[in-house]
């Protein structure tokens, strides 16, 4: 018998710019950096969008929203979240929690952190306890450490839904 639960992973890392705002978690945290990428560049929910995929099997957040079209242009990546959850639940599964960090070095997210959770629930329509998030630095070291690039990974368990 097919266990009633499966996991997925997703990692996005994007380069950064000089000027903020940082567009992460599906707000705009105050910066003196952004993130450069096609869409809004937003890095969690790019990570979070592929855990998800993952976990059903799906095609990932590159192959199904293109960074080359002209629609996906400068666009919320909370619609990419938005499908991967749809997908989820379309194939019978409900979110269970999920666990993400950011890696960057910069700036300070203690005071946005719960907000970007809230944001995050909100989005994928689950409760704000399932919502893990954390940052860390880069130690000054690799591209991350050296503010070049920002970073994102994520955990999701997801289950059966129950059959009504
Ligand atoms: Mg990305």
Request: aromatic share 4%; hydrophobic share 45%.
């Amino acid at each position: 018998m097919t266990i009633p639960y499966r996991i997925g992973l997703g990692h996005d890392t994007h380069r950064l710019g000089n000027g903020g705002p940082l567009r992460i978690g599906g707000i705009n945290v105050p910066a003196e950096i952004h993130s450069i990428g096609h869409s809004d560049a937003d890095v969690l929910l790019h990570a979070i969008t592929d855990a998800l995929l993952g976990a059903i099997t799906a095609p990932d957040i590159g192959r199904l929203f293109s960074d080359t079209a002209e629609e996906n242009r400068g666009r919320d990546s909370a619609d990419f979240l938005i499908e991967a959850v749809r997908r989820v639940r379309a194939a019978g599964f409900e979110i269970g929690n999920l666990d993400c960090v950011i890696l960057a070095q910069q700036p300070k997210f203690a005071s946005h952190i719960d907000t970007m959770r809230a944001r995050i629930a909100e989005i994928m329509d689950i409760s704000v306890d399932d919502v893990g998030l954390k940052a860390k630095t880069g130690e000054g070291v690799d591209a991350v450490g050296h503010a070049e690039a920002i970073a994102a990974r994520c955990v999701v368990l997801i289950h059966r839904s129950a059959v009504a």
